[in-house]
T-cell receptor, first 115, second 109 residues
Framework: GAVVSQHPSWVICKSGTSVKIECRSLDFQATTMFWYRQFPKQSLMLMATSNEGSKATYEQGVEKDKFLINHASLTLSTLTVTSAHPEDSSFYIC???????????FGNGTRLTVT | GQQLNQSPQSMFIQEGEDVSMNCTSSSIFNTWLWYKQDPGEGPVLLIALYKAGELTSNGRLTAQFGITRKDSFLNISASIPSDVGIYFCAGALGQNFVFGPGTRLSVLP
């Protein structure tokens, strides 16, 4: 089945630094990937849609200069949290559809802690 | 924007009991999906439904795509401790996926 790999699974960084999270589709190509943020005991909040070869589409209220998304190939999307602050601490999850009209498959998430 | 209502919000059941949860929407979807999320991990797909009225099983899990295309339910039979987690429904229309707020399931031994 379709597998999405996300790395790292957890990261601790200092305020002001930047952190890059990678999302890879291992056995399929994904022209679109989705990035979610999840607060404790809450649902998935869509941050942005990553589009291969073009700019990402950000949801309302998500700062595109803060959360940089790059979809450089059909199997890799990256999310960079720039100038991280403690309020950016959260669980970030990526996902990709396995194909046209296919369900979303999720990575295992990245727990970001900003100190 | 589109929203899904998922109920119940949380539930505590005894091991061995059956569980039923549902998801409703004011909009129609072409696909209904059910996911389970364990703590600290990404959601895992349980069942995908593609046709109105479709009833699909996956082991002890059974889900149905509502005939109006605006709802879906998930049943779990004979619950076991590892069923604990958060269950999310999702409606999809093309590449637009909308998630419910989740049902938090606790199973008491």
């Amino acid at each position: 089945g379709a597998v999405v790999s996300q790395h790292p699974s957890w990261v601790i960084c200092k305020s002001g630094t930047s952190v890059k999270i990678e999302c890879r589709s291992l056995d399929f190509q994904a022209t679109t990937m989705f990035w979610y943020r999840q607060f404790p005991k809450q649902s998935l909040m869509l941050m942005a849609t990553s589009n291969e070869g073009s700019k990402a589409t950000y949801e309302q209220g998500v700062e595109k200069d803060k959360f940089l998304i790059n979809h450089a190939s059909l199997t890799l999307s990256t999310l960079t949290v720039t100038s991280a602050h403690p309020e950016d601490s959260s669980f970030y999850i990526c996902s990709a559809p396995g194909g046209l009209n296919s369900p979303l498959h999720f990575g295992n998430g990245t727990r970001l802690t900003v100190t | 924007g589109q929203q899904l209502n998922q109920s119940p919000q949380s539930m505590f059941i005894q091991e061995g009991e059956d569980v039923s949860m549902n998801c409703t929407s004011s909009s129609i979807f072409n696909t209904w999906l059910w996911y389970k999320q364990d703590p600290g991990e990404g959601p895992v797909l349980l069942i995908a439904l593609y046709k109105a009225g479709e009833l699909t099983s996956n082991g002890r899990l059974t889900a149905q795509f509502g005939i109006t295309r605006k709802d879906s339910f998930l049943n779990i039979s004979a619950s076991i401790p590892s069923d604990v987690g958060i269950y999310f429904c999702a409606g999809a229309l093309g590449q637009n996926f909308v998630f419910g707020p989740g049902t938090r399931l606790s199973v008491l031994p």
